[in-house]
């Protein structure tokens, strides 16, 4: 009953009718690998001549759908983005061909905070009779109280009719416990092919909706208590604090000579790039972290990410104030580049063969995975 509530909710929050299904999962991941399979197994009953599947989405796109398409046996074909770090839309059209199974965006894509432009995407679904998936795992339980302040964004949701299915985490901007993530189908007709049933096995019939058989119920009481706690004034009033301190960050860190914030973010998530060839931002990383501050690297380009979270209200000119001083402190200095964590980066992007450094992390989480 109250993982059916929270669905519920959660589809009305996204703008979906009461035809709206889903279920709760354990994370993010798996909300993506639940709709990755979904898709899969909807195309292998109305397209079995398709044997190749793929899907197509921004480079922004999760990592996890690369998982769940090494998982499942499909190909991602990535769409690169533009200047403005929003996706190159001719490119991504270009992308779909017959094996092409389903299109994914992004609500919005997590290094720079920019929604993906789902209602051209939506038109190409429509115009190549696919369905669209929506990565909200990270923005879900943010945009929607967002837009009702007034902030202006692109229509990402089941208002538009070619979205067929959103992902989004209870544990981020939800405010739940780790980890709780929904994901929200059109109807149940879609969401049928999430579920295994095998009806073979001497032990009894057998069925599941996700990748675990016994499925906790502490995170689906969790999650009910989160969004029935808060509701919806509590989360229009979370995200209003949070947007006014975004904006206190954002526009700071525009007046600092050499950063700027990288594309048109949408919520409270932004990156901030470096335009000052004398001043390594992966080198400010760890000057900032000398200052107290968790820190979040990037690539492609180097930049800073930063989530904006409830510990942050109230915080805003003083992350200003230690930026403006570690920049002080970094800029005309190109041997703070070689210390410290801005170095390791540095070493692995001068790598041109990224099946190395693959082969490093797994190398890296093996290790640390044993009893010394």
């Not at 919005?108 to 929604?115: A, D, E, L, M, V």
């Not at 069925?207 to 029935?228: E, H, K, M």
């Not at 706690?229 to 229009?236: E, F, K, P």
């Not at 390594?280 to 968790?294: C, P, R, S, V, Y």
């Amino acid at each position: 009953q109250m993982e059916t509530e929270v669905v519920a909710m959660v589809g009305d929050m996204l703008n979906g009718d009461s035809s709206v299904a889903g279920m709760l999962t354990s994370g993010g991941t798996e909300s993506i690998l639940m709709a990755v399979k979904t898709y899969r197994d909807r195309a292998r009953h109305y397209f079995p001549q398709i044997t190749n599947p793929e899907m197509v989405a921004p480079v922004t796109i999760h990592p996890a759908f690369e998982k769940a398409a090494a998982y499942f046996n499909l190909t991602v074909k990535h769409a690169a983005l533009k200047e403005d770090f929003t996706v190159n839309l001719e490119e991504y059209q270009k992308l779909i061909t017959p094996n092409t199974i389903l299109l994914l965006a992004s609500a919005p894509q997590y290094p720079h905070g920019i929604i993906d432009p789902i209602p051209e995407i939506c038109a190409m679904a429509e115009k190549f009779s696919l369905p669209v998936h929506v990565d909200a795992c990270f923005g879900g339980f943010m945009l929607p109280w967002v837009e009702k302040l007034g902030h202006s964004m692109p229509r990402w949701d089941f208002r538009n009719p070619a979205v067929t299915s959103i992902s989004a985490d209870v544990h981020k901007y939800g405010f739940g416990v780790k980890g709780s993530s929904v994901i929200v189908y059109r109807s149940a007709e879609w969401r049928r092919f999430q579920i295994y049933a095998y009806a073979q096995w001497p032990g009894g019939l057998f069925g599941s909706v996700g990748f675990s058989g016994t499925r906790p119920g502490g995170y689906v009481a969790a999650s009910w208590a989160a969004l029935r706690s808060l509701g919806r004034q509590g989360y229009i009033e979370m995200a209003g604090h949070l947007m006014d301190t975004t904006e206190i960050m954002k526009n700071g860190i525009n007046q600092i000579e050499g950063l700027h914030i990288i594309g048109k973010p949408h919520m409270t998530a932004f990156a901030i790039g470096s335009t000052d060839n004398s001043m390594n931002i992966l080198a400010l990383a760890d000057a900032m972290e000398k200052k107290g501050w968790k820190i979040e690297r990037q690539q492609l380009p180097d930049s800073i990410h930063c989530t904006i979270l409830p510990h942050h209200i109230g915080h805003g000119n003083e992350f200003v104030t230690d930026l403006q001083q570690a920049a002080k402190t970094v800029r005309g200095k190109p041997k703070m580049s070689k210390e410290g964590t801005a170095a390791m980066y540095g070493m692995v992007a001068s790598v041109p063969d990224k099946g190395i450094v693959n082969d490093f992390i797994v190398q890296f989480f093996n290790q640390i995975y044993q009893l010394d």
